[in-house]
């Protein structure tokens, strides 16, 4: 049963500390994104990658967020250094190509105090 | 910015009865998709319908799509306590970003 997977599941650390979540996606999905979600903004889209490429990462503050992709099997999200206002979801997700379903993972919760 | 906007935002049914929410869109689009999230979870696909169909069925699920309204309706049938969870639509707009733009969402509680 073929899933996203992200780790951690929950973090909580204190503000300007430096934050790392990863996310494996279904193997042989080329298109991978990062999205956030708060109560307030909904779900947003941070960043997404086809084939290891990013496309667009508009939706991230460039000032303190990264994100990669060292190779298929990982993606990575940073916060350097992360402030209570990122305190969210941050869900991973992966679909075979532009435009088709996309398989979330279960998301990293994740508390800035 | 968000293109779907759903509605309602929160709608509370007892169970066996139908939900029907609607999605509203602004560009055009290549196909439209529905996702549930339960609680604390991550979302989960449940139907994709083209922009070139104008209904689809999946078990207890019906969506149907207006291309001239720029409009979709989820509607689930029979409901269950477990088909508790918020609902949302996203559009796959034309051009050549591969991303989709999810809407605000639906909240269902489904009552016994």
């Known amino acids: 049963d073929a899933r996203v997977t992200q780790t951690p599941r929950d973090k909580v650390t204190e503000m300007g500390q430096e934050v790392t979540m990863r996310c494996q996606p279904i193997l042989g999905h080329n298109t991978v994104f990062w999205y956030r979600q708060t109560m307030m903004q909904g779900l947003e889209l941070l960043a997404y990658?086809?084939?290891?490429?990013?496309?667009?990462d508009s939706g991230m503050p460039k000032d303190r967020f990264s994100a990669e992709m060292p190779d298929a099997t990982l993606a990575t999200l940073k916060i350097q250094p992360s402030e209570p206002r990122d305190s969210a979801v941050y869900f991973c997700?992966?679909?075979?190509?532009?435009?088709?379903?996309?398989?979330f993972g279960p998301g990293t919760r994740l508390t800035v105090t | 910015s968000q293109q779907g906007e759903e509605d309602p935002q929160a709608l509370s049914i007892q169970e066996g009865e139908n939900a029907t929410m609607n999605c509203s869109y602004k560009t055009s689009i290549n196909n439209l998709q529905w996702y549930r999230q339960n609680s604390g979870r991550g979302l989960v696909h449940l139907i994709l319908?083209?922009?070139?169909?104008r209904e689809k069925h999946s078990g207890r699920l019906r969506v149907t799509l207006d291309t001239s309204k720029k409009s979709s309706s989820l509607l689930i049938t029979a409901s269950r306590a477990a088909d508790t969870a918020s609902y949302f639509c996203?559009?796959?707009?034309?051009?050549?970003?591969?991303?989709?733009?999810f809407g605000t969402g639906t909240r269902l509680q489904v009552t016994l």
């Open positions: 996203a559009t796959d707009g034309t051009g050549t970003a591969s991303k989709l733009t």
């Open positions: 319908i083209r922009s070139n169909e």
């Open positions: 997700a992966s679909s075979w190509d532009r435009g088709r379903e996309q398989y």
């Open positions: 990658f086809r084939n290891r490429a990013p496309l667009d």
